[in-house]
């Protein structure tokens, strides 16, 4: 069973609702630290040094409507349906994926979405106003799936990143 086929099995089990997307969101940084890390080992190999540079992106949170925060990992699952927009840890292996913690859950009638291009990456902003709850997250930026999610949420592109909460208030 391959990676969609498995995250959409095992949303629709948990939630009980059709999936329409799933997809993989990074927290912000997670792919310029990536490259960068990248970058700076090939860097090491040519100079022969015994020293492998590693860079990781700061911490992200989920800001819930409740007033609690849940960290993000480096990667973890978005998932539209009908009526929400799931985030969940998971865990691959060998394609099959099994859920962990629900991060957070938006609904989307009442939901909000801002999105900036970067090099490589969108980012993406989900607000609901009130009770205030948002997050923060990018993905691969030429991908198609990025531009279904962009278009079934209908996000407002943005010029900075700086614009992504601002635009949505």
Known sequence: ????KSATAAVEKQTGEHVELVYVGSRPGAWGALITSEVAGGAADLSSS???PFFTARRASVHRADGSRAALPT???VTV???NVYLHKHKEFWGRVTLKK???TFPRAR???AAVD????????LYIPDPRQFVIFEAYRKHELTDRFTDMLGATLVGS??????ALD
Do not use: D, H, N, Q
Not at 1 to 4: D, Q, S, W, Y
Not at 161 to 166: G, M, N
């Open 1 to 4: 069973m391959g990676f969609v």
């Open 50 to 52: 015994p020293l492998t």
């Open 75 to 77: 990667s973890f699952l």
């Open 81 to 83: 349906t009908a009526g």
């Open 102 to 104: 629900e991060l957070a």
């Open 111 to 113: 939901l909000r979405v």
């Open 118 to 125: 970067r090099k490589i990456t969108r980012r993406f902003a």
């Open 161 to 166: 990143p700086a614009e992504l909460l601002t």
